[in-house]
């Protein structure tokens, strides 16, 4: 059974920094690509970041380049996004995801197949 968890969110004041973990089980995690989504109160889900299944290619919204990096340790088939310079817009409960395809990469939401529960991350003074 595929299962993606999340944890690493809370309250962080504008400026600060969070890093989020997503540890997945029950696929070789080391054969997908993965991603961060984030929806935010009234908005629609949106694509924050994904990298590769090998890892060494990301890609990032405009939104959060330069803010936000996401790694991977497939020693612990972990999906991580390092989070700085946090702003109040960047308020969303985020989403760890499993692309549906095996070495394939993509920004689009209906391409990915799991999802974890999310985690809340409020920027707020």
């Known amino acids: 059974e595929v299962q993606l968890v999340e944890s690493g969110g809370g309250l962080v004041q504008p400026g600060g920094s969070l890093r989020l973990s997503c540890a997945a089980s029950?696929?070789?995690?080391?054969?997908?690509?993965m991603a961060w989504f984030r929806q935010a109160p009234g908005k629609e889900r949106e694509f924050v970041a994904a990298?590769?299944?090998?890892?060494?290619?990301?890609r990032y919204a405009d939104s959060v380049k330069g803010r936000f990096t996401i790694s991977r340790l497939s020693a612990k088939n972990a999906v991580y996004l390092q989070m700085n310079s946090l702003k109040p817009e960047d308020t969303a409960v985020y989403y760890c995801?499993?692309?549906?395809?095996?070495?394939?990469?993509?920004?689009?939401?209906?391409?990915?197949?799991?999802w974890g529960q999310g985690t809340q991350v409020t920027v707020s003074s």
């Open positions: 995801s499993r692309h549906r395809s095996i070495t394939t990469m993509s920004r689009e939401e209906y391409e990915y197949d799991y």
């Open positions: 990298i590769r299944w090998g890892g060494g290619i990301t």
């Open positions: 029950g696929f070789t995690f080391s054969s997908y690509s």
